[in-house]
């Protein structure tokens, strides 16, 4: 079923701040994400978005500024202010992080359907035949030959491995998943396939995802919202078909007018 | 403010605009501003279809645009009636107007732009599908609503990349008005369309008012006008910039 939307947010971002030394990484970010929607970053490479996902996502403390997500007992919760364990365990249910490149996100010298396994192992799920069942299930969603289970990632071409890690972060049934260019790096016909199945399962499951990417097609199928950065900096934010159809910052208005047609 | 009153009254006002003002700056071309909407006032109520009309240029598509909030007006209002409240599509938040135009406000683009890969009927199923409906439920009414639209059973399991362009956009009148949407917009959708599919159109846009939507839209086929039409709305260019 749909998430319904009049619900509070999911994840709330304020006054997000990360410097390195004097450099900075993003500056003052702000927004809120509600259950099921789909929320784009786009920028250059160095315009901070990766910066901006690795501070939301809890892989990197912010120098400034606060990332609450609603916890299922407790409510909007400061992510930084729980314990390490607590935000461990947020982690491995609730959330997925699925990384532009999969040696990142998957553990390479165990096989696939371990791969998947063993995030259910790690929200407590003990019995050896029901973890199987459920992995070959998500392998299968994901489009995968359940006859490569038992084979490492590692042999696996770049669009399985993507596929692998997203079989790996759903499979616990997050409510949020962090993408970082899930599918640069991957041919165009893959890309398509992947960009179709993400869709889908957002969609079927009702997640809400925070997507970065530089490819504004990727942006245009899967986001409701877009958000522009430059220099560490949002410079626009608002609905997709907003922001690349009628874009109001000089830097968007460019970024917009330099996609070659096909 | 003065609203003028309707006088065919069908029922409730659906959509409310109020002194909208829309422009566009081209920052990388020097920063000139081209005004295109000035002062833009009307509502349109339940059971009512209104033609835009005026010259080209005189911004029919960027007001339709503007009452999707695919367009950023600088000022005013584009109120739509929203589980029965008048809601600002201008200054709502986005999880908000995303709300809207899953439940209240549908849009035929001249364009189909969709997702490569997925299959016809996939696609118009799609919207009912998101919105929770069951998958035989959803797939059945988008079967009948394709055939009704002449796209012949055997495409439909087919992404609608390779059509022709006026099957193309037979799809994409199916992909909005699969759902009963109480308003709907709609920009030239019978522009590509043979006369038999024309009337196939025409007939499910004036099904869609009769059953108490209320539509603004764009024909520039007279006949179609006149066979949808309830009242006309004519926009006037917006004075040069200065």
Not at chain 1, 204 to 223: P, Y
Not at chain 2, 33 to 44: A, C, G, I, N
Request: proline share 4%; aromatic share 4%; hydrophobic share 40%.
């Amino acid at each position: 079923m749909m998430a319904l939307r009049d619900n509070g947010p999911l994840l709330e971002v304020e006054g997000l701040t990360q410097k390195y030394g004097h450099q900075i990484g993003c500056e003052d970010v702000h927004f809120s994400l509600y259950p099921g929607e789909v929320l784009g970053i786009v920028g250059e490479s160095g315009s901070g978005k990766s910066t901006l996902l690795r501070c939301a996502s809890g892989l990197m403390q912010p120098t400034a500024g606060t990332v609450r997500f609603d916890t299922r007992v407790d409510g909007l919760q400061d992510i930084y202010a729980l314990s390490e364990a607590e935000r461990r365990m947020l982690m491995r249910t609730d959330w997925g992080i699925i990384f532009q490149n999969a040696r990142d996100g998957l553990r390479m010298n165990v096989s696939a359907g371990a791969n998947v396994g063993e995030r259910l192992m790690a929200v407590g799920e003990r019995h050896y035949g029901s973890i199987r069942d459920v992995s070959s299930e998500w392998l299968e969603k994901v489009e995968m030959d359940l006859g490569r289970m038992d084979d490492l990632p590692r042999t696996f071409s770049g669009g399985m491995q993507q596929r692998l890690q997203i079989a790996r972060n759903l499979v616990t049934k997050p409510r949020l998943v962090f993408m970082d260019e899930p599918t640069s790096g991957l041919d165009v016909s893959v890309q398509a396939r992947l960009l179709d199945l993400v869709r889908g399962l957002v969609r079927q499951l009702g997640i809400a995802c925070i997507i970065v990417t530089h490819d504004l097609g990727v942006v245009r199928l899967l986001s409701d919202r877009l958000m522009v950065m430059r220099r560490g900096r949002v410079v626009e934010q608002g609905l997709t078909d907003q922001v690349l159809d009628d874009p109001q910052h000089a830097y968007t208005q460019l970024l917009v007018s330099s996609i070659l047609p096909v | 403010m003065t609203m003028t009153d309707n006088n065919q009254n069908h029922g409730q006002d659906m959509i409310r605009v109020e002194s909208l003002m829309k422009s566009f700056t081209l920052h990388n071309q020097g920063g000139v501003t081209l005004p295109v909407l000035e002062d833009v006032s009307f509502t349109v109520a339940q059971g009512e279809c209104v033609i835009l009309a005026g010259q080209s240029g005189a911004g029919k598509s960027t007001l339709l645009r503007s009452l999707y909030a695919n367009y950023l007006p600088q000022s005013g209002q584009v109120l739509i009636r929203h589980d029965g409240e008048l809601v600002d599509l201008v200054s709502a938040a986005p999880h908000v107007v995303l709300d809207i135009r899953a439940r209240t406000l549908g849009y035929v683009s001249q364009f189909l732009r969709v997702i490569p890969r997925v299959g016809t009927l996939d696609l118009v199923a799609d919207s009912l599908l998101a919105r929770g409906i069951n998958e035989v439920a959803a797939r059945e009414k988008a079967a009948t609503l394709l055939s009704r639209l002449r796209i012949p059973e055997s495409l439909w399991s087919l992404p609608p990349a390779t059509f022709s362009g006026g099957e193309q956009q037979r799809v994409n009148i199916a992909m909005t008005l699969v759902q009963d949407y109480p308003v709907l917009l709609l920009d030239e959708p019978t522009a590509s369309l043979d006369a038999e599919n024309r009337q196939t159109v025409v007939d499910l846009i004036n099904e869609a008012r009769q059953n108490g939507s209320a539509i603004v839209g764009i024909f520039h086929d007279q006949a179609v006008r006149e066979a949808v039409g309830t009242r006309t709305y004519e926009l006037q260019p917006a004075r040069s910039a200065a």
